[in-house]
């Protein structure tokens, strides 16, 4: 799965340079380890398949592309030569599956499960997954455990992956979650990062001239830094001791509440934006100033009119149908817009909370908003939504349009909520069984989710 580095390089050169790894032979005189990797490769061919984008690159009769249990292949079916592959059977102009086609060429449980695949409008390429897991990526813990036929496992690590769910759920604007990006992955142009590009510059930290500037200084070292820190009582934790610049940053960030880490990454974003008027301009911002200036732009951020958009869905697993609920409400607590839709042919509830994430992108640009967060109950969706990582499953179509599209938002996060805060969500869900078409209400809802609404509302007064 990683063509690229050093010893798949030199295995391509020596042993298959003008076909592919799947294709390649023993060969004469193999070494150990080439011998070691073609006996494993069985694994592999059993547990590859195709997760459906365009359809362009798949054949319908010869590759695995079914997302069910079993080879993922099409069984016991006679070949029609008409149809050779996956695109034959979609409709380009809208967007979904050729009902009719499939319902004549194949068994009903087999077209039941094609009609499920998911299909998105930007028509994204076809792609090559690991049926092994349910991310769709390899990893050897997973081919060992298919060995052995037992559970898939999924590889992460943990504290990274609280760190970006955490960073993408912040309410801050969008240029400075990217921001934190490139600054937790040290991909800011620093003197140090320049000077190992061999783009010579005088290392001095620019801002107190008391060390080489690296991330590590610029943004915890520098004393400069340190007054700012404290001057917005978001002082660094004294028992935080990872050795790297990243563990240490995704830690720091793990210890502290939200609050806390907004306003942080405000201070961090304020801390480069200084260093680049003194390295540039000659100009050097008083501390006074940077903090008057952090405090008036959080005070800013805070009131902006974030949009909290919560999204569930109601799924039958016999019909293989479900019902959208969608609701959002101003910084009050008032209702802004809200709607139902029902949807047939989708496969399991997490796909079916992927599709309501999704539309409730949709209904937020159809309103205007610039500022959202996306709440669900799905921590599955919500996390596939907030990490970094490859995604390669069923949903996989889904989560990449739904990011697609969140450019489009000066402000956005999604957040993992449990099923009992989401009930007037669930509400709207309920309700769209009255309804065989979708529905969307503005600046109302119906009478049942008004009554959650109020109550929420009372309970939040109450709170406070």
Request: hydrophobic content about 40%; proline content about 5%; charged content about 25%.
């Given at each position: 799965?990683?063509?690229?580095?050093?010893?798949?390089?030199?295995?391509?050169?020596?042993?298959?340079?003008?076909?592919?790894?799947?294709?390649?032979?023993?060969?004469?005189?193999?070494?150990?380890?080439?011998?070691?990797?073609?006996?494993?490769?069985?694994?592999?061919?059993?547990?590859?398949?195709?997760?459906?984008?365009?359809?362009?690159?798949?054949?319908?009769?010869?590759?695995?592309?079914?997302?069910?249990?079993?080879?993922?292949?099409?069984?016991?079916?006679?070949?029609?030569?008409?149809?050779?592959?996956?695109?034959?059977?979609?409709?380009?102009?809208?967007?979904?599956?050729?009902?009719?086609?499939?319902?004549?060429?194949?068994?009903?449980?087999?077209?039941?499960?094609?009609l499920a695949i998911p299909l998105v409008?930007?028509?994204?390429?076809?792609?090559?997954?690991?049926?092994?897991?349910?991310?769709?990526?390899?990893?050897?813990?997973?081919?060992?455990?298919?060995?052995?036929?037992?559970?898939?496992?999924?590889?992460?690590?943990?504290?990274?992956?609280?760190?970006?769910?955490?960073?993408?759920?912040?309410?801050?604007?969008?240029?400075?979650?990217?921001?934190?990006?490139?600054?937790?992955?040290?991909?800011?142009?620093?003197?140090?990062?320049?000077?190992?590009?061999?783009?010579?510059?005088?290392?001095?930290?620019?801002?107190?001239?008391?060390?080489?500037?690296?991330?590590?200084?610029?943004?915890?070292?520098?004393?400069?830094?340190?007054?700012?820190?404290?001057?917005?009582?978001?002082?660094?934790?004294?028992?935080?001791?990872?050795?790297?610049?990243?563990?240490?940053?995704?830690?720091?960030?793990?210890?502290?509440?939200?609050?806390?880490?907004?306003?942080?990454?405000?201070?961090?974003?304020?801390?480069?934006?200084?260093?680049?008027?003194?390295?540039?301009?000659?100009?050097?911002?008083?501390?006074?100033?940077?903090?008057?200036?952090?405090?008036?732009?959080?005070?800013?951020?805070?009131?902006?009119?974030?949009?909290?958009?919560?999204?569930?869905?109601?799924?039958?697993?016999?019909?293989?149908?479900?019902?959208?609920?969608?609701i959002a409400r101003n910084k009050d607590?008032?209702?802004?817009?809200?709607?139902?839709?029902?949807?047939?042919?989708?496969?399991?509830?997490?796909?079916?909370?992927?599709?309501?994430?999704?539309?409730?992108?949709?209904?937020?640009?159809?309103?205007?908003?610039?500022?959202?967060?996306?709440?669900?109950?799905?921590?599955?969706?919500?996390?596939?939504?907030?990490?970094?990582?490859?995604?390669?499953?069923?949903?996989?179509?889904?989560?990449?349009?739904?990011?697609?599209?969140?450019?489009?938002?000066?402000?956005?996060?999604?957040?993992?909520?449990?099923?009992?805060?989401?009930?007037?969500?669930?509400?709207?869900?309920?309700?769209?069984?009255?309804?065989?078409?979708?529905?969307?209400?503005?600046?109302?809802?119906?009478?049942?989710?008004?009554?959650?609404?109020?109550?929420?509302?009372?309970?939040?007064?109450?709170?406070?």
């Amino acid at each position: 799965m990683q063509p690229n580095c050093l010893f798949a390089c030199v295995m391509k050169a020596k042993y298959f340079p003008r076909e592919d790894f799947m294709s390649a032979r023993l060969g004469s005189y193999p070494s150990f380890t080439w011998r070691s990797i073609l006996g494993a490769r069985h694994v592999l061919a059993e547990g590859l398949g195709w997760r459906v984008g365009n359809g362009e690159e798949i054949s319908i009769w010869n590759d695995a592309w079914l997302p069910e249990p079993g080879n993922g292949r099409i069984q016991c079916q006679a070949i029609d030569i008409r149809f050779s592959k996956v695109a034959d059977l979609i409709d380009k102009e809208a967007n979904t599956w050729k009902q009719d086609i499939i319902s004549s060429l194949f068994a009903e449980e087999q077209s039941r499960c094609i009609l499920a695949i998911p299909l998105v409008s930007s028509r994204p390429p076809d792609v090559l997954i690991w049926r092994g897991d349910n991310t769709g990526c390899y990893t050897v813990k997973s081919g060992y455990k298919r060995i052995i036929t037992t559970g898939n496992p999924k590889v992460q690590n943990e504290d990274s992956a609280n760190f970006f769910t955490k960073l993408w759920g912040l309410k801050i604007p969008s240029k400075i979650r990217i921001f934190l990006w490139k600054l937790v992955h040290n991909f800011l142009p620093t003197k140090a990062n320049l000077n190992m590009r061999h783009l010579m510059v005088s290392p001095g930290c620019p801002v107190c001239q008391g060390g080489v500037e690296t991330v590590d200084h610029l943004f915890r070292d520098c004393s400069f830094t340190k007054q700012i820190l404290q001057g917005m009582d978001v002082a660094d934790s004294e028992d935080n001791r990872e050795p790297t610049w990243k563990d240490w940053l995704v830690k720091e960030f793990n210890m502290q509440n939200t609050k806390i880490c907004e306003v942080k990454a405000i201070v961090y974003w304020a801390l480069w934006y200084n260093r680049n008027k003194v390295r540039h301009e000659g100009v050097r911002g008083h501390v006074r100033d940077i903090l008057a200036f952090i405090k008036a732009y959080h005070t800013e951020v805070s009131s902006l009119r974030v949009f909290t958009i919560q999204t569930t869905s109601i799924h039958k697993e016999v019909t293989k149908r479900s019902i959208s609920g969608i609701i959002a409400r101003n910084k009050d607590g008032l209702v802004m817009a809200a709607c139902t839709c029902p949807w047939d042919n989708i496969p399991d509830p997490t796909t079916a909370e992927a599709r309501a994430c999704l539309q409730a992108i949709d209904m937020a640009e159809g309103m205007g908003f610039h500022e959202i967060c996306v709440e669900g109950d799905s921590l599955t969706v919500i996390n596939k939504i907030n990490s970094e990582m490859e995604d390669r499953s069923i949903i996989s179509s889904l989560i990449k349009e739904i990011r697609g599209r969140l450019p489009k938002f000066r402000v956005f996060s999604f957040r993992h909520i449990p099923r009992e805060a989401n009930r007037v969500a669930h509400e709207m869900a309920s309700e769209g069984k009255n309804y065989a078409e979708p529905r969307y209400w503005i600046e109302e809802a119906p009478a049942s989710v008004e009554r959650l609404v109020a109550q929420d509302r009372r309970e939040s007064v109450g709170r406070e």
